[in-house]
């Protein structure tokens, strides 16, 4: 991505990541979950941050809807608009591994290249854990509706659907709901951090 305006300079500070680490007594990072809609991304993630919060790490969700009601709310689903939609995160994602903090973010995420594209900007700050789970599965649990709002027609470019997902080829974890407790899932995601 190319810099629109001219005449800027980066501006150093006075205050590094690593002060800011050495004070928080972690390391920043960035857990990003991609999975199909009602795959269990929230869920799992939801679980893993109060786990996280509890163990006393200062950690922050990035959810892919309350995104949208914000900062990305000038964006729909068109393909054009999901790279957007993943470019910003990737961007504000960033920044908050930058200030020490333990992100997680749960945005579907579908495409392989845009994924790809946060972990060149996050390089080894980069976690992804797949959320693996059959189609079947989320649409039966369908926790929102949409599902069935989407084989009506009535929602375009619904991924698994009409608008395809493309799964990691190589992602550091990889958690099955459909086999695997939420508790069980949660726990692989803490033992993989620990390890780190
Ligand atoms: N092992 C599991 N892990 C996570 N969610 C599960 C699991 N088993 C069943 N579920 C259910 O699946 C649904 C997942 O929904 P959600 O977390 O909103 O998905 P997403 O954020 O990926 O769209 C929830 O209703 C949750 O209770
Ligand atoms: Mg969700």
Redesign the pocket.
Known sequence: MGIKATNIVWQQTNVSRQDREKLLRQKGILIW?T?????????????LEKKLHDMGKLTYLL??DNVRHGLNSDLGFSIEDRIENIRRIAELSKLFVDSGVITIT?F?SPFIKDREAVKELLKDDFIEVY?D?PIE??EK?D??GIYKKARKGEIKNFTGIDSPYEPPVNPEIT???????????VSKIIDYLELK
Do not use: N, Q, Y
């Not at 999975?35 to 679980?47: C, F, I, P, Y």
């Not at 958690?175 to 899932?185: A, F, M, N, R």
């Open positions: 979950f999975g199909l809609s009602g795959s269990g991304k929230s869920t799992v993630a939801t679980m959810d892919g749960t579907i959320v789970c599965v989320c649990r926790p929102k958690v099955k709901t459909h086999i695997d407790s939420l508790e069980e899932c």
